[in-house]
């Protein structure tokens, strides 16, 4: 008996495609929303402020995919020169429970979250939507940005970071990957007022610093609040026509943890809506947004994919049990 281990660099050489990881939440999705899929809310631990360690099972039986993922989220990582996520995911046999894959995280963790927003924006976004304002150029900033990019007609991208570097990094390499125009602006505002989509990447604080302002977001624009509601103002909340999530009870959940104090109640999650139980966008005007928390589901959509991948190519490192 024995399990096969995938180091960052052995997932990372997958390089699994985003348009197939985008399908394989589609899938898994469309399986939530007919109650098919097991996935208790994430327990947690808390070792630092706005820190977490998260417990994320999920069973999804249309993807014959049964796992955990087990995941850090360090805000104050970036100032250590470490990852801000990092963590490990381990994939089980749904006939008899053994182990058969563990895998470092940091890659699905980045790429699912990523097109959680692109798989939302398809229901929630205008088709036409060509410009796309980033707030916060990290990891999640660039994933986010690639499905977008493979859904929409993206030609211009407004960027913005609190660290200039990272700003310019930003600019440079994702201008050069995607081959559409980057503008790196000043001021947040800059990259909300004339966007189609606006993405939110930044640190996620239990006490938001709600910079989007009322009336900054068009008509017709979707958002997606990667870091919770970390950067909108009630206010602006407050206008939009449709906010979905990923999960009620999760949302819930963060709700009763004091996330969310000024959001208001979701009107769907996204199974209900990739099911057809609940409808997306309706009109040209509406003002969307989605705020997926991150599903263990969406990483059990993509690990057993990786996994068959790695195995066909000969990557990674058998261990025993
Ligand atoms: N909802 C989900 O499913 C999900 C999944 C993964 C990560 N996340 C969250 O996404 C966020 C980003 O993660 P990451 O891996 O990209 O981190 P990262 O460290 O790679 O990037 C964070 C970036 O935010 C910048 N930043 C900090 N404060 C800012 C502000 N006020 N405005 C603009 N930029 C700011 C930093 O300079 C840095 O460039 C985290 O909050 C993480 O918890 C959410």
Redesign the pocket.
Known sequence: MDLLYLSRADVDSVALDMPTIIRLLETAFGEKGEGRVEMPPKPGIHTQPDAFLHAMPAYIPALRSAGIKWVG?YPGN?RLGLP??SGLLVLNDAETGLPYAVMDCTWI??HR?GA?TALSARYLARPDSQVVGI???????RTNLQALATVFPVKRVYA????AE?QQKYVAEMALQLGIEIIGVDE?RQAVVESDVVVT????LQHP?ATIQKGWLPPGAFASA??FDSYWHPAALAQFDKVATDDHDQFSHYRRLGYFQGTPNPYADLGEIVAGHKLGRERADERTMAM???LAMDDMAVAPEIYRRAVERGVGTRLPL
């Open positions: 989220g970036q801000y996520i963790t980045a979250t959680a707030l916060a150029c990290g990891v999640q900033g913005y970071d609190v660290v990272a947040p990447s930044g640190p996620i610093h990667v870091d997926n928390l991150g």
